[in-house]
């Protein structure tokens, strides 16, 4: 046979199996056109205007990589089921004289045309939406873009030899999945469904105690950067315990409906569930795919929307004040009033030392706090807070006990910044914990002594690091006479050859113009050149100077929060067009395989009116499982979310569980539509209406 006979055979299959392909050819597109988009703002020359845009160049990498890796699964999916219902045709075209080498030219043909469709299409709209993902992002994260379309030369080739490689794979398994059936298989093989899978017990329980297993890390689970680490054992265990209960369980329910006779031996119920427990190992796995998407999707969706809502109850709370200074020393004399008299006239402006810019400009401070503070990571052991390594058994009770960050503060200090009249005994303290309670009535230090509380705090001193560093626990301990309280541990060494004990003194303040970044970045580089200016005098006592803006942070925040969201959105979209797929595809495999069944029940006196309440009953028994279960897995994985939330920056508990409930609600419309689309496919195939 000539070339242009099986060119013209793959062009009538695709043409007379446009339900099947024009989906398939759909998805390809959709995964092209996200990879190109991808790879196009990685290398965009619109990324340099970003701060902090090798993160984001980063996370959009990592989102491509990972639309690389679920076009590829997701694709064979897809080709798998097209390639099973094809077989038919196939099957027909080897009795009438065609060898399996004609067939595999027919199939090289498929291939060649979808993929050139899928690719040619998805490159063209990736470059034609390119531009508009480009202006979204750059909404997002707050700046201004320009309306010039460009194309990205390598992102093209990129994804060009990727979604080729991915569809050369893809053939070779459609003709090898067709070279080892014999012509009769080929023609029964689309009516041929699976065998009724028995109930398999242990499998049933392995699933409920991994999903136990999961479900329990999720809820228990108190600290964030251990609720960061487990995250990803509990997505695989709740992805492995949702394929094997769906697999398993469904058997299960249909076993348990065909018991009950007064449900199974009704009209709307008999034809349904017979033929769900006929093939529902492949029921079972799409309905858990549909499931794992849905929950990704609600995932991604209301962690990355909270955080973008809430970046600015974050950002003040993170900097109360507009630019805050922090000074470390190297020892306490460091931190003496001598010392902290230089460091104050430094900032302000008072006392301009050798070698800095005494021309610039020195706005007014107001709103201004300053005090000293010691800190140094301690690990609870045995009652007492080990600051010392030596006082720590080895770093898997370290790791048991759980460490704590600890930080001492004077009393003269808290009363200055709260304005409180506080008043403390020699051997007294008050304590403010963050992310930790501390219920003891005294605390011990292994190096120091031991301190009576007298009050655990409900507010303390406006530094932010309630929130900044959320991923930690703290506990602030307020002494009458600091020196006193820190001079033991001044003089510890860690492993390093490093202080055991962090000291600082902290200033902060607001301005006018603060909330500019052009001001507020002015006003840190004339204190940092003062600062370090200091720094090289002899005796200064400064080891190192960290100045932040509230201005600066704001726009790293609201660029990586934008990003995050920006990537979000993307992968939802991806993932929500697999989910319809999937379901649509179910929906048609499941209506071919049904139709001559209701045709017989209809040839016995079934009415078109019987037949929908049976699809009606079918697809309600199973196809809302998935996003109750996706519900399910979102409530118990909400605990561990806000704790790794909490890292990131989320600091409002109502705002990402109004976000959590809205994003379920509007997926959940949003999957009653698509159920009422697919309904109604299903139902013109088994009732033999035409399109």
């Known amino acids: 046979m000539k070339t242009h006979v099986y060119r013209r055979l793959a062009a009538d299959g695709i043409r007379k199996n446009k339900r099947l392909y024009v989906p398939y050819m759909m998805t390809g597109s959709i995964m092209v056109m996200m990879h190109y988009l991808m790879c196009f703002l990685v290398n965009a020359p619109v990324m340099g205007r970003i701060r902090g845009s090798g993160f984001l160049t980063s996370i959009l990498g990592l989102g491509a990589i990972v639309i690389r890796l679920f076009a590829a699964l ?6 798998s089921f097209l390639i099973r219902q094809r077989n038919r045709e196939f099957g027909l075209y080897n009795v009438l004289g065609m060898d399996k080498k004609n067939i595999a030219r027919i199939i090289v043909w498929e291939s060649v045309l979808s993929t050139l469709v899928s690719v040619c299409g998805g490159l063209l709209l990736g470059m034609l939406f390119s531009k508009l993902g480009e202006i979204g992002l750059l909404n997002i994260v707050g700046l201004d873009t ?31 999945r067709v070279w080892f059936l014999k012509p009769l298989e080929l023609l029964q093989s689309s009516q041929v469904g699976e065998k009724p899978p028995r109930a398999r017990w242990l499998l049933t329980l392995a699933g409920v105690v991994s999903l136990g297993i999961a479900y329990f890390l999720a809820v228990t689970i108190r600290e964030p950067i251990e609720a960061l680490m487990l995250f990803f054992v509990a997505v695989v265990l709740v992805i492995a315990a949702t394929y094997v209960l769906f697999v398993v369980g469904s058997v299960t329910l249909c076993r348990v409906l065909q018991k009950n006779k007064r449900y199974y031996y009704r009209a709307n119920h008999f034809v349904s569930v017979s033929s769900m427990a006929y ?28 955080l973008y809502t809430g970046d600015e109850t974050h950002i003040r709370n993170s900097w109360p004040r507009q630019i805050v200074v922090e000074i470390h020393s190297d020892s306490l004399e460091g931190l003496d009033e001598e010392h902290i008299e230089a460091y104050r006239e430094a900032v302000t402006g008072g006392n301009v030392p050798a070698g800095a810019d005494a021309a610039q400009p020195v706005p007014v401070h107001t709103n201004v706090i300053s005090y000293r ?14 600051v010392d390594m030596e006082h720590i058994p ?35 303290c008050l304590i403010y914990c963050v992310g930790t309670d501390y219920r003891q009535d005294t605390i011990t230090f292994a190096e120091g002594k031991t301190y009576r509380v007298k009050a655990v705090l409900d507010r303390f001193i406006e530094d932010g690091l309630s929130v ?40 902060g ?35 190192r100077t960290d100045i932040q803006s509230r201005a600066a942070n704001r726009a790293d925040v609201k660029q990586l929060n934008g990003g995050l969201l920006f990537l979000g959105l993307l992968l939802s979209l991806v993932f929500i067009f697999a989910s319809v797929l999937i379901i649509y595809y179910k929906q048609i495999s499941e209506g071919y395989e049904d139709q001559s069944r209701f045709g017989i029940m209809q040839n016995v006196g079934m009415t078109k009116r019987e037949i929908r309440r049976s699809v009606n009953s079918q697809i309600l028994t199973v196809f809302f499982l998935p996003l109750v279960f996706a519900g399910v897995h979102l409530a118990f994985a909400f605990p561990m979310l806000w704790r790794i939330m909490m890292m990131m920056g989320s600091v409002s508990l109502p705002l990402f569980a109004g976000m959590t409930v809205l ?15 697919t309904a109604g496919a299903y139902y013109r195939i088994v009732s033999g209406a035409r399109e």
Not at 74 to 79: E, G, K
Not at 279 to 304: D, K, Q
Not at 373 to 386: N, Q
């Open 74 to 79: 997701f694709l064979f999916y897809t080709n």
């Open 468 to 507: 900044a560093i959320s991923g930690s626990t703290i506990i602030n301990v307020v002494v009458a006479d600091l020196d006193a309280c820190i001079a033991p541990l001044s003089g510890l060494i860690s492993s390093r050859g490093l202080p055991w004990i962090d000291l600082y003194w902290v200033y």
């Open 394 to 428: 080895d770093l898997t009770a370290a790791q048991a006990y759980g460490g704590r960050t600890v930080q001492f503060f004077s009393l003269e200090d808290f009363n200055a910044c709260m304005g409180t009249e506080a008043v403390l005994e020699d051997g007294e």
């Open 146 to 176: 320009d309306y010039e379309i460009s194309v990205s030369l390598g992102a093209v080739r990129l994804t060009v030899r990727i979604f080729a490689e991915i569809y050369l794979f893809l053939m070779i398994c459609s003709i090898l």
């Open 509 to 543: 303040c607001d301005m006018e113009n603060g909330e500019d970044l052009e001001t507020a970045e002015a006003e840190v580089s004339r204190i940092l050149e003062n600062v370090s200016a200091l720094r090289r005098t002899p005796g200064s006592g400064i080891t």
């Open 279 to 306: 093939r529902m190992r492949r029921n079972g796995e799409g309905l858990a795919s549909i499931c794992i998407l849905s929950t990704m999707v609600l995932v991604m969706l209301s962690c990355t929307v909270t």
């Open 373 to 386: 503070k010691a800190e140094a990571y301690a690990v609870y052991v045995d009652d007492v807070f080990a």
């Open 663 to 677: 994003c379920f609600v509007v997926f959940g419309v949003f999957y009653a539509a698509v159920y009422k689309l």
